[in-house]
Nanobody
Framework: QVPPIESGGGSVQTGGSLRLSCRFP???????MSWFRQAPGKEREEVAS?????WYIEAVKDRFTISKDEAKHLLYLEMNDLKPEDTAVYYC??????????WGQGTRVAVSS
């Protein structure tokens, strides 16, 4: 199984914006998909998912928007009004654990105050 490829991370100041992209080579993104993040010293956590509807953790509601382009096998995460606590490595994968492919390398987001 081929891991997804995440991109779009970077270093921004508080209040900045980034758009993350995730490509699943050779796989459709027509199942429920999620973005996860892992901050230094913390467990990986799910932050948003998309299927027939969308879900977000409370901490990112109204700031992050998840979307996907099924034709291009791409998943996106638009992040606005970034805060230092959003600093983490961001990963994408299927929401349901039994569907998941190996984790990719992620894309690093650093938000400075």
């Amino acid at each position: 199984q081929v891991p997804p490829i995440e991109s779009g991370g970077g270093s921004v100041q508080t209040g900045g914006s980034l758009r993350l992209s995730c490509r699943f080579p050779g796989r459709p993104v027509d199942n429920r998909m999620s973005w996860f993040r892992q901050a230094p010293g913390k467990e990986r956590e799910e932050v948003a998912s998309i299927g027939s509807g969308t879900w977000y953790i409370e901490a990112v509601k109204d700031r992050f928007t998840i979307s996907k382009d099924e034709a291009k096998h791409l998943l996106y995460l638009e992040m606005n009004d970034l805060k230092p606590e959003d600093t983490a490595v961001y990963y994408c994968n299927f929401e349901e654990s039994w569907r998941r492919v190996p984790w990719g390398q992620g894309t690093r987001v650093a938000v400075s105050s």
